[in-house]
């Protein structure tokens, strides 16, 4: 009976120290497991802080010109951009009657883009891809040497035949309403002049770090 009293004891002694070596490496486990999480979550906020510093060095009007979005925003810092455009109103018609062309058009900023004609032939060269933006200076009533994509503007007289068109818009401070004209309102050639001329720059005092404003 006294050797298997021992015995008894000594598989229980076995059976305490199994569990308890089984426990001490669960919780070596879970200690390295917490260590390791921990150890990414610093590994993740420097990282982040890091990124952060760089994204605050970069160049604003950069970024917006790049990005072309009203906001743009890097972890919790952000930055408002503007975009500017030669339409103040985007047409979405062929014929456009204005009495100030200011109301539709950043013509003063974009005069450079501008080409001045007093006949038909003085036309540029345009299109879909590159159209072109027209002021006429004098009336008009003839036939287009070729199809025209862009843009007219003219405070006379104008009126179009012949087997060429215009594809784009016609803005006029005089009654040029016709029904017969040769224009056609084209999309993608509106696009392609906003797409052209349109700039994006950083809207001053719209940054934004942890909702303090900065300058």
Same mark, same amino acid.
């Given at each position: 009976?006294?050797?298997?009293?021992? *015995? &008894?004891?000594?598989?229980? !002694?076995?059976?305490?120290?199994?569990?308890?070596?089984?426990?001490?490496?669960?919780? $070596?486990?879970?200690?390295?497991?917490?260590?390791?999480?921990?150890?990414?979550?610093?590994?993740?906020?420097? /990282? @982040? @802080?890091? /990124?952060?510093?760089?994204?605050?060095?970069?160049?604003?009007?950069?970024?917006?010109? #790049?990005?072309? $979005?009203?906001?743009? #925003?890097?972890?919790?810092?952000?930055?408002?951009?503007?975009?500017?455009?030669?339409?103040?109103?985007?047409?979405?018609?062929?014929?456009?009657?204005?009495?100030?062309?200011?109301?539709?058009? @950043?013509?003063?900023?974009?005069?450079?883009?501008?080409?001045?004609?007093?006949?038909?032939?003085?036309?540029?060269?345009?299109?879909?891809?590159?159209? $072109?933006?027209?002021?006429?200076?004098?009336?008009?009533?003839?036939?287009?040497?070729?199809?025209?994509? *862009?843009?007219?503007?003219?405070?006379?007289?104008?009126?179009?035949? *012949?087997?060429? @068109?215009?594809?784009?818009?016609?803005?006029?401070?005089?009654?040029?309403?016709?029904?017969?004209?040769?224009? !056609?309102?084209?999309?993608?050639?509106?696009?392609?002049?906003?797409?052209?001329?349109?700039?994006?720059?950083?809207?001053?005092?719209?940054?934004?770090?942890?909702? &303090?404003?900065?300058?």
């Amino acid at each position: 009976m006294r050797y298997f009293f021992y *015995g &008894n004891v000594s598989i229980l !002694s076995l059976l305490l120290l199994s569990i308890l070596f089984t426990l001490l490496f669960i919780t $070596k486990d879970d200690m390295l497991s917490e260590k390791k999480i921990t150890h990414n979550y610093h590994y993740q906020y420097l /990282n @982040n @802080n890091f /990124n952060l510093i760089i994204d605050l060095k970069r160049d604003e009007n950069i970024l917006c010109s #790049q990005l072309q $979005k009203e906001k743009i #925003q890097f972890l919790n810092y952000s930055f408002n951009c503007i975009k500017k455009s030669f339409f103040i109103k985007k047409p979405t018609k062929s014929y456009i009657e204005y009495q100030q062309i200011r109301q539709y058009l @950043n013509s003063d900023d974009y005069k450079d883009n501008i080409y001045l004609i007093s006949k038909l032939d003085e036309l540029p060269l345009t299109s879909i891809d590159n159209p $072109k933006i027209v002021k006429v200076l004098d009336d008009i009533d003839g036939e287009l040497p070729n199809h025209f994509y *862009g843009i007219i503007i003219t405070d006379n007289y104008f009126d179009i035949k *012949g087997r060429y @068109n215009i594809y784009g818009v016609l803005y006029s401070s005089y009654d040029n309403k016709r029904k017969e004209r040769n224009i !056609s309102y084209k999309k993608e050639v509106i696009e392609n002049i906003d797409n052209q001329l349109s700039s994006w720059s950083y809207l001053s005092h719209s940054k934004s770090l942890l909702s &303090n404003e900065i300058d």
